[in-house]
């Protein structure tokens, strides 16, 4: 049932995910109409454990209690140290698109194998220090890729351009991958991101912290719809 979910995500592409780090935590049920009304078509969920980076947001209980009030898709960044032991759980949760980082964990294929016997689809995701290289061998085992254009941990930091040459090349060589970029996408960011190859976009603070959702959103489309318009875009 969440395979099938990713499918609808592929179907989806290009697509701009709002991040619901930046949500009103207390008043989740008005920011889930919100986002839904105006056009959002999954959510990004963070998943930080204080450790593997250092803050902390929440586990389980928080996904299952959204996915009981939304039908969007939901696509799960965990930032957590040991991603296979809360996975199984995080699938029961609710969770359709599950990512890990290849910072934290030792065998990045065995891991995406494992997360793929939960029937989720499996992202990888890398901050922006991290080489591609590092990805290697595990690429045939994901159906997506998460490539940070911030260090992994905080919303509202400054996009790093160091994220789309490595979107042109795993687009270049691996068509068939979904790609995802997360951190510091805006209306001027999220064009080039978009020339080189992505497919997804997080969305936080450039998102929640306007009022109208859907002026947002609608901005953001515009500037992806202007980026597949011109010659040097990488996909149409
Ligand atoms: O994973 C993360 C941060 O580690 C993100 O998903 C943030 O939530 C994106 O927020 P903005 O950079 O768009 O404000
Ligand atoms: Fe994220």
Not at 187 to 192: D, F, L, N, V, Y
């Amino acid at each position: 049932m969440t395979r099938a979910k990713l499918d609808l995500i592929r179907k989806m592409t290009p697509a701009i995910l709002p991040s619901v780090l930046s949500c009103d935590f207390g008043d989740m049920k008005s920011e889930l109409a919100r986002l839904t009304s105006a056009g959002a078509r999954a959510l990004h969920v963070d998943v930080m454990d204080g450790h593997f980076v250092p803050n902390l947001t929440f586990g389980m209980p928080i996904v299952a209690g959204l996915r009981r009030h939304t039908e969007l898709p939901l696509d799960v960044h965990l930032m957590i140290s040991d991603p296979l032991r809360y996975a199984p759980a995080m699938v029961d949760a609710g969770a359709d698109l599950l990512t890990f980082h290849v910072e934290a964990v030792e065998d990045a294929t065995y891991t995406a194998k494992e997360f793929r016997k939960l029937g989720v689809g499996v992202g990888v995701a890398l901050d922006p220090e991290t080489p591609l290289s590092d990805l290697d061998g595990c690429l045939s085992f994901v159906d997506m890729v998460l490539v940070m254009s911030v260090k992994a941990g905080f919303g509202g930091q400054p996009f790093d351009s160091v994220s789309l040459d490595k979107l042109t090349l795993l687009r270049d060589n691996h068509p068939g991958l979904l790609l995802q970029i997360d951190g510091g996408i805006n209306a001027e960011t999220i064009g080039p991101a978009r020339q080189a190859g992505c497919d997804l976009f997080v969305v936080g603070s450039a998102l929640i912290g306007r009022d109208d959702y859907s002026a947002a959103l609608g901005e953001l489309d515009q500037a992806v719809r202007s980026a597949d318009a011109t010659p040097q875009a990488r996909v149409k």
